[in-house]
């Protein structure tokens, strides 16, 4: 059984840094592409960032610069740095799992419950 668990959420303050992480279990990550998706409070879930398993990466434009994906060396979990963080960026941020990178939620075929990120003062 294929499990994706996020974490690294929390509370911070606009300008402020964060680290998430995706790890799996049940299931090498080193061999699919991972994406991050995220969803506002009243939005559709939309994808923000994604590296495939040659670890070419790709950015949503409203965080190109400030958010970053990689994978750890063990090629397991999947991280997005997140810096100069602003309101906007809050919502409940999600990794899923797919052969190739894609903004589409149809092509990932496992997801992690997500974690929420809130950006306030």
């Known amino acids: 059984q294929v499990q994706l668990v996020e974490s690294g959420g929390g509370l911070v303050q606009p300008g402020e840094s964060l680290r998430l992480s995706c790890a799996a279990s049940g299931s090498t990550l080193g061999y699919y592409a991972v994406a991050w998706f995220r969803q506002a409070p009243g939005k559709e879930r939309e994808g923000v960032s994604c590296i495939t398993s040659d670890d070419i990466t790709s950015y949503r434009d409203s965080v190109k610069g400030r958010f970053t994906i990689s994978r750890s060396s063990a090629r397991n979990t999947v991280y997005l740095q997140m810096r100069s963080l602003t309101p906007e960026d809050t919502a409940v941020y999600y990794c899923?799992?797919?052969?190739?990178?894609?903004?589409?939620?149809?092509?990932?075929?496992?997801w992690g419950k997500g974690t929420l990120v809130t950006v306030s003062s």
């Open positions: 899923a799992r797919s052969w190739y990178c894609s903004f589409t939620e149809g092509a990932m075929d496992y």
